[in-house]
């Protein structure tokens, strides 16, 4: 797998959640992630490395915002809710 954190989907460029979901489990001890984004212990995203889409935007928060993202106005309505 690419270190590239975008890939082009239908001809627009979106985060590779999978690569920066990784990135944020160097970063942080498994409980912490799963607290934050409030998901199951034992998920398995890491598993089938598939990482649903509305959670790029979490992540990237807990990473600092450290990508820009650009969001369509469905995604913007319905995925970004700042976290704590």
């Given at each position: 797998m690419?270190?590239?954190?975008f890939v082009i989907i239908n001809?627009?460029?979106m985060i590779d959640t999978f690569?920066?979901?990784k990135e944020l489990s160097n970063k942080f001890e498994?409980?912490?992630i799963t607290d934050k984004l409030f998901i199951h212990t034992e998920t398995r995203?890491?598993?089938?490395?598939?990482?649903?889409?509305n959670y790029s935007n979490y992540i990237?928060?807990?990473l600092g915002d450290k990508y820009k993202q650009k969001y369509s106005t469905r995604d913007?309505?319905?995925?970004?809710?700042?976290?704590?």
């Open positions: 690419s270190n590239n954190v001809n627009v460029i690569t920066i979901f498994q409980k912490t995203w890491i598993e089938f490395k598939k990482i649903p889409k990237n928060q807990l913007k309505d319905h995925y970004i809710t700042k976290i704590i």
